[in-house]
């Protein structure tokens, strides 16, 4: 799983919506409340849009009325990264997918318990696996 994976930027441009590369490639920040999966309730994986790796679960996923998916922890400690990030005058902890080095969101101390924190994610960065049923 920890397969490094890279590409050049016009390999990522043509596996990515314009969409998804501005979020994943340039860290853009897509506007709250209007991507697919912050009112997304489904069982399930969501996993990086970049590289498919599994990021988060769907039981870790919580309501926090940011208007984007927010997650309380990773699917495993090590399918994200997390980088001090100080860009816009802020001083941020940036989370891309360990993977694929794709921007992702960031991460805040004021999550529920038992981790109290908050992946505060952009829809355009995952991809939904729904849970197998049964
Ligand atoms: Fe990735």
Request: proline share 6%.
């Given at each position: 799983m920890n397969d490094r994976i890279s590409k050049t930027e016009a390999q990522w441009r043509e596996k990515l919506s314009p969409e998804q590369y501005a979020v994943c490639r340039c860290s853009a920040t897509e506007p709250?409340?209007?991507?697919?999966?912050?009112?997304h309730h489904e069982a399930g994986t969501y996993v990086c849009a970049?590289?498919?790796?599994p990021l988060f679960?769907?039981?870790?996923?919580?309501?926090?009325?940011?208007?984007w998916p927010s997650?309380?922890?990773?699917?495993?400690?090590?399918?994200v990264a997390e980088y001090q990030d100080t860009s816009h005058g802020m001083r941020r902890v940036e989370a891309k997918c360990?993977?694929?080095?794709s921007h992702l969101g960031h991460v805040f101390p004021?999550?529920?318990?038992?981790?109290?924190?908050?992946?505060?994610?952009?829809?355009?960065a995952l991809g939904f696996e729904p849970a197998e049923p049964g």
């Open positions: 709250a409340f209007t991507g697919k999966y912050y009112d970049g590289c498919g790796a679960e769907s039981n870790a996923k919580y309501e926090s009325g940011s208007g997650y309380f922890r990773p699917i495993a400690a090590t399918a360990a993977r694929c080095e004021d999550g529920p318990k038992p981790t109290g924190l908050r992946y505060c994610i952009n829809s355009a």
